[in-house]
């Protein structure tokens, strides 16, 4: 089928589904971008487990390289960090396998767009989590430690619970700054919502219809995001009594 100029399509065609839409195109950005935010999201939450409980009780040397590591992701922007993480690494990385004999490696754009993101993400979970922890009763912990509670099964029946309220908030905020973080990847060219969003408007010039209709999908992910973590509040807090001002 033969496409009329883009100027004479209407715009609920222009985001359809049809030979001559490009809706196909923005929900399989949409897709890469809640895929990449959920991986992403994922790793830093491993991360800022680790990261948090190695500055809290780890030894000198484990709490230097985390400060280190936390102090200096979250003072260089994220744009900068991903071309870096992107470029450099994926060069050092190609140049040190030819030294060993082997062949260049290509590696998936979702992984490592969700690798770049999950070390930022990292470093700031890693903060909120160890706040979280800090703002555990001490007597909660002093009494499992009395009852000769493993650290383990300590972390895992007092420390994770009762922080779990505390970093929810900042845990939250994080979550919807990764969705948000994904359209940084359009540099590196990766095709996420925000990069669909580009080509589309770019091979049409109706900026007005695409670009609108892209913050209204963020704000789709924004607005149950925001439900389903109001929900895990909830549940988290469960049993406490409501603070009403």
């Not at 399509?9 to 809706?23: K, T, V």
């Not at 050092?92 to 993101?117: C, D, E, H, K, M």
């Not at 300590?154 to 900042?170: E, H, N, Q």
């Amino acid at each position: 089928m033969t496409c009329p100029p883009p100027a004479q399509i209407p715009a609920l065609e222009l985001l359809g589904f049809g030979d001559c839409g490009w809706g196909a195109t923005l929900v399989w950005g949409l897709g890469n971008s809640i895929v990449i935010a959920l991986g992403a999201y994922a790793l830093g939450f491993v991360i800022g487990i680790g990261g948090a409980f190695g500055k809290l009780y780890g030894g000198p040397i484990l709490k230097d390289l985390l400060a280190t590591y936390t102090t200096l992701v979250r003072a260089v922007p994220e744009l900068v960090l991903i071309l870096i993480l992107y470029y450099a690494f994926t060069g050092l990385l190609n140049q040190a396998l030819l030294a060993w004999g082997f062949g260049r490696v290509v590696v998936s754009p979702i992984l490592t767009g969700i690798a770049v993101l999950g070390v930022v993400q990292g470093a700031y979970q890693t903060e909120v989590i160890r706040g979280g922890i800090l703002a555990v009763p001490a007597g909660q912990i002093e009494a499992a430690r009395a009852m000769g509670m493993p650290p383990g099964l300590m972390a895992r029946r007092i420390t994770l619970p009762l922080m779990t309220v505390s970093a929810l908030p900042g845990l939250a905020n994080l979550w919807l700054n990764a969705t948000k973080d994904t359209a940084l990847l359009a540099v590196i060219g990766f095709t996420e919502l925000t990069k669909a969003t580009a080509q589309a408007s770019a091979s049409t010039k109706a900026f007005f219809v695409f670009y609108p209709a892209a913050m209204v999908l963020y704000m789709c992910i924004s607005l149950t995001s925001t439900f389903l973590i109001h929900r895990i509040e909830k549940w988290a807090r469960r049993g406490q009594r409501e603070v009403r001002v």
